[in-house]
């Protein structure tokens, strides 16, 4: 067995007793004692050995405590008198009650107790100067010191299970907030494909109807039209067979993101279940708002034509931001949505004027719809921000890409003429 280095903290305690014995073994040579054996080079040895081994007491408390009682009993049975490195043993006993399973040392204390008892009392009928209260000082000097090891050891236990349940806490929280914009992730890819699948199904039709009305036209641009079908058909059976995958991840990642709201105890909304909403949704969404307690004042501005995914990303957004206005703006707050179509851009501003930050409830959440928000935000190659207001209450304010070449071409068609 290794031996390892004692600590510093031990090692004063072992030096401070044993200062006090060997200041005892002097008072005693110096005074003389009428009854017991004189201190001499073997008496000062076993005073030493008594101590020493308290510098090692936390590295192994149950050695430590059988090699300091052991001095003890031989210089009580040569009939040394007591000095302050008696209270060696006491300290190794607390070490073992604090360092040890509770079973074990009981079990170790007790034997300790037996034997200074049982030795105590040869002495209590050998000699005539050992009391018979001796063995109540005993009892209690062995019971007292264990006793506090004790209520230590369940301490350091109980601040160890603290650590551990935060610690798993905050593991929790981070595979809950993984799940949620894994999740999050996945619709928005889902909703991406959807949207794109829809744009190549009518580029390709169109090529083949326009390839059957030129068929009588030039041969290379009846053969381009053909090319454009044929890969736009390629690209839908080639997403088509990636999206399985897409699928099985995007199920999995909703099964777990709907483990973690039912553990929360927050229920599935129907707006979670709505196939591919867009801005002239936001009217009805804005009133089931209201309907639920909070009232909003909605603008929806512009003209201009917005992608479907730009769209339905608009509307994520303003719902993702009503529903936080909802849990965290308080009673008596109103909200105000702004929703802006210009030519290349869609802003959206969703403000509350309840207490204005997000509440312990949702930073213990972590902040899932808004890393969500955040995520789509970014897919698109957008911008988001998000903070209390000045004067009280929460802003979210999005500004999304809405470039479309269905609004662009015919435009330059029309500068060129």
């Known amino acids: 067995m290794d031996l390892k280095t004692p600590r510093w903290g031990d090692i004063a305690i072992a ?54 009682l052991v001095p003890w009993l031989i210089a009580v049975g040569f009939g040394y008198p007591d000095t302050a490195a008696m209270f060696a ?24 107790l037996a034997v200074m008892i049982a030795w105590t009392t040869v002495g209590v009928l ?5 009391p018979w209260t001796a063995l109540v000082a005993v009892t209690l000097a062995v019971i007292v010191p264990m006793m506090v090891g004790f209520v230590d050891f369940r301490r350091r236990e109980r601040l160890t299970e603290l650590e551990v349940a935060h610690a798993r806490r905050e593991q929790a929280q981070r595979t809950v907030a993984a799940d949620a914009v894994r999740a999050e992730r996945a619709r928005i890819a889902r909703e991406l494909h959807d949207v794109v699948a829809h744009e190549i199904t009518v580029m390709t039709l169109q090529a083949e109807g326009a390839r059957r009305l030129a068929k ?3 041969e290379r641009v009846v053969q381009a039209l053909g090319t454009i079908s044929e890969s ?31 553990v929360a105890g927050v229920p599935l909304s129907d707006a979670d279940l709505a196939p591919m909403p867009s801005l002239a949704a936001i009217p009805q969404l804005a009133q089931q708002v209201e309907d639920a ?57 969703v403000d509350d004027d309840g207490r204005g930050a997000i509440s312990d409830a949702a930073r213990l959440s972590g902040g899932h719809g808004l890393r969500g928000m955040r995520e789509r935000v970014q897919a698109l190659g957008g911008a988001l921000e998000y903070g209390p207001r000045r004067g009280g ?14 609004v662009a071409v015919p435009r330059a068609k029309e500068e060129t003429r």
């Open 216 to 218: 009588d036209s030039d």
């Open 293 to 349: 307690g909070l009232p909003v004042d909605l603008t929806i501005s512009g003209t201009s034509h917005v992608p479907a995914g730009v769209e339905l990303s608009a509307y994520r957004i303003v719902q993702e931001a009503l529903t936080n206005a909802m849990k965290h703006a308080g009673p008596g707050a109103r909200a105000t949505v702004a929703v802006e179509r210009r030519r290349r851009l869609v802003r959206i501003t």
């Open 89 to 112: 043993i006491y300290v190794a006993l607390y070490g073992v009650a604090a360092y040890v399973a509770r079973r074990e040392a009981l079990l170790h204390g007790a034997a300790v």
């Open 15 to 68: 030096a401070a007793l044993l200062v006090l014995g060997l200041i005892g073994v002097s008072q005693t040579v110096d005074i003389g004692v009428s009854r017991g054996h004189p201190y001499d080079a073997i008496g000062v040895a076993l005073v030493v050995a008594q101590v020493v081994p308290l510098a090692w007491r936390q590295h192994y408390p149950r050695l430590v405590l059988w090699a300091v």
């Open 232 to 262: 736009g058909r390629t690209g839908l059976a080639e997403m088509q067979r990636m999206i399985g995958v897409l699928r099985a991840s995007e199920q999995e990642a909703a099964e777990a993101a709907e483990h973690d709201r039912v």
């Open 393 to 406: 209450g929460f802003r979210v304010m999005a500004e999304l890409p809405s470039g479309d070449d269905q």
């Open 126 to 130: 050998v000699t005539d100067f050992v």
